[in-house]
Nanobody, 128 residues
Framework: VQLQAFGGGLVQAGGSLRLSCASS????????MGWFRQAPGKEREVVAA????????YYADSVKGRFAISRDNAKNTVFLQMNSLKPEDTAVYYC??????????????????????WGQGTLVTVSS
């Protein structure tokens, strides 16, 4: 599975961006997907995750109510709609994929060690 994230850029605080992650592999609908981010000097952290069919979603507390993850399996793409952006959202955002076994639980979905495939990242900069 090859993943390519795009849609990052520079935005003012309070603004919005929509990230996309396209998969070139087959059977995209068999993968749970996640968005992660890494700010300068900080560890990578989970942002959001979505199950294969899109029926289950999970969010980090820091983005709940502001970000929304979704997917279009027909287009092999997962999205991250980011609203009310804050300077602390500035980071490189990565998408990741894995074929989770069994239930798509929060414990699994929000654990970056569970993901096997990673995209190259797209930079989001939020100015104050």
């Amino acid at each position: 599975v090859q993943l390519q994230a795009f849609g990052g850029g520079l935005v003012q605080a309070g603004g919005s961006l929509r990230l996309s992650c396209a998969s070139s592999g087959r059977a995209f609908s068999s993968y749970g997907m996640g968005w992660f981010r890494q700010a300068p000097g900080k560890e990578r952290e989970v942002v959001a995750a979505i199950s294969r069919g899109g029926d289950s979603t999970y969010y980090a507390d820091s983005v709940k109510g502001r970000f929304a993850i979704s997917r279009d399996n027909a287009k092999n793409t997962v999205f991250l709609q980011m609203n009310s952006l804050k300077p602390e959202d500035t980071a490189v955002y990565y998408c990741a994929a894995n074929q989770f076994i069994g239930r798509f639980t929060a414990a699994q979905a929000m654990d970056d060690n569970r993901y096997e495939y990673w995209g190259q990242g797209t930079l989001v900069t939020v100015s104050s």
